[in-house]
């Protein structure tokens, strides 16, 4: 009988970032297709949130409309890194009416717990959806405020953000906020410390603006630093509705979200030059220019991306600041896409990748139209701590922007995998919107030198070499892992050789016909943007049987 067996043979010399270009024919940052997730419905306004236990696993929610209003959130979830989404799992979450906000938490089932957070149907009191397994099972739905506020006191923009970090007292704490801009003008969180199960009874302030001002669009996160630390922005007005936002809004809790405070520069921490609207486009002056939060989850540092307008330029921009305190003091703004006069980047969302270190933004941008009247969604990616940035068209088709497309748009990264979705009406039009996503690759934003060969023997072996180079000594282990379509791993290591030489280690893996994926982790000293944590990039090579 024929022996049958795989053979992934390996040059590592000092690895820690791989290009792309190992990913048979895959170049950096790789745009995918756009998926269309498979609804009838007409729903925009998406939130997308990736399981940490399983970076293919996502939940996307989004405002189902019915006839121009809002239906209540769908609910969509995809085992394969988006490609495709069960539609068994596929509904209208009742009650639910608007603003959804997503997260996967590590306890559950397999994959975690699903949440939705949302506005609920009845009375704009704040509610959630939850479930731990996929196949048609029902969700679970908690009125977290049921009774608390005072009824349709304009509850609005909540978010929703869960203390994922494997260790610490607020494991599977999750934190909702929202703004309450009618009767008791602010920015409030409810809390649950059972993993969504049951909710604080009285809501905790973390900015009460009174009744003149108007406080909306806040975000949330948790800190890797301190296990109850959780950090929230939102937009700032010093007038109500229609008048724009005029400052960017940050506080922090020290213990779970209960008591929260203002930094030592004070509360309000990037003026923005406000807008009621853009001219054809979606949308309105605060949503547009409401921000969003990212945390780097080996270092701390935050980052926070907005919109605004600069003196003397008609046309919007997004830009992002830094903190590398925790947010007690806040750096220059940069803007992280080329300045197209005369054309509006607006509606960003701002993420972080554990694998490549990389700052992902993802946002709506008129520059490919002549009278700025259209919109592409666009990426922009920064491998250096958010100091320069690297943009790029993300959407396969455009659409003309004017239309309702909600009032903001998802993204999340992990594992090397940015996944940007939104909504257009490139098919039916006339606003009528369908939700996109369209995975991005990020492994290829690097500064090591790259090549791959590929060998086949049909029947017997695939053999794959790859040699690169890199500055760094040769300090610690590099590792070789590599994962069977069927979950199976196997392990190789291998010393590390001097800079600019060819080091070589090989495993040898029973045969599997299949997706088989590989990882190459490497302690070596001086590594960045991970210090000397092990580097995780995966490829995806097929075996042959």
């Known amino acids: 009988m024929r022996s049958t067996r795989q053979v992934l043979q390996w040059a590592v010399l000092a690895l820690l970032m791989l290009a792309p270009s190992m990913a048979l024919g895959r170049d950096p940052l790789t745009d995918s297709t756009d998926v269309k997730i498979p609804t009838t419905r007409n729903e925009a306004e998406n939130s997308i949130a990736i399981s940490p236990l399983n970076s293919k696993v996502l939940v996307v929610s989004n405002n189902a409309r019915v006839s121009g209003s809002n239906g209540g959130n769908s609910s969509w979830i995809s085992l394969d890194a988006g490609k495709t989404w069960l539609t068994t799992d596929s ?23 699903y949440f939705v957070n949302h506005l609920d149907s009845d009375d704009f009191d704040l509610g959630i959806h939850y479930k731990d397994t996929t196949g048609g099972t029902s969700w679970t739905h908690k009125e977290i405020d049921a009774g608390k506020s005072s009824g349709n006191a304009g509850t609005d923009k909540n978010h929703l953000a869960i203390n994922n970090n494997t260790s610490g007292s607020y494991q599977n704490h999750l934190i909702s906020a929202f703004s309450e801009a009618l009767n008791v003008s602010g920015v409030y969180a409810y809390r649950s ?101 990212a945390v780097n989850m080996d270092n ?149 030198s790259v090549s791959h060969s590929v060998s086949n023997d049909p029947g017997l072996e695939l053999s794959v070499t790859a040699t690169w180079s890199t500055s760094l000594a040769a300090l610690g282990t590099d590792y070789i892992v590599v994962k069977s379509p069927t979950g199976l791993t196997y392990t190789g290591t291998a010393t590390p050789s001097g800079t600019g030489l060819t080091h070589t280690a090989t495993k040898v893996c029973p045969c599997e016909t299949g997706d088989w994926t590989y990882t190459v982790k490497s302690t070596r000293t001086g590594f960045t943007p991970r210090g000397s944590d092990p580097k995780t990039l995966p490829r995806v090579y097929y075996c042959v049987d």
């Open 300 to 448: 701390g540092h935050l980052y926070i991306v907005f919109t605004t307008k600069v003196t003397g330029q008609s046309d919007a921009d997004v830009f992002v600041i830094k903190s590398t305190d925790e947010g007690q003091t806040w750096g220059s703004r940069v803007r992280v896409h080329a300045n197209v006069a005369d054309k509006d980047q607006w509606h960003p969302w701002i993420s972080w990748d554990d694998c490549t270190g990389a700052v992902v933004v993802t946002f709506l941008d008129s520059r490919d139209y002549t009278n700025n009247d259209g919109a592409n969604t666009y990426m922009s990616v920064s491998l250096d701590g958010a100091a320069t940035w690297n943009d790029f068209k993300v959407s396969d088709s455009g659409w003309n922007g004017d239309s309702f497309s909600g009032h903001y748009m998802g993204l999340a990264a992990k594992d090397g995998v940015a996944f940007p979705v939104w909504s257009d009406d490139r098919e039916f039009g006339s606003g009528n919107h369908r939700p996109y996503i369209s995975p991005v690759y990020l492994w290829g934003v690097t500064q090591s």
């Open 91 to 113: 509904l209208v979450l009742n009650p639910s009416r608007a603003d959804p906000a997503c997260a996967i938490g590590r306890s559950g089932g397999t994959n975690g717990r």
């Open 193 to 293: 410390e059972n993993n969504g199960v049951s909710w604080t009874t009285t809501r905790s302030t973390i900015f009460a603006g009174g009744d003149s001002r108007d406080h909306r669009g806040v975000n949330l996160q948790w800190s890797p630093a301190s296990p109850g630390k959780v950090y929230a922005c939102w937009a700032m007005r010093d007038t109500q509705l229609p008048n724009p936002p005029l400052n960017t809004g940050f506080r922090y809790s020290s213990n779970g979200g209960d008591i929260w405070n203002a930094p030592s520069a004070g509360h309000a921490i990037q003026a923005v030059s406000g807008f009621t609207s853009l001219p054809g486009k979606t949308g309105d002056g605060w949503t547009l220019q409401a921000p969003v939060l």
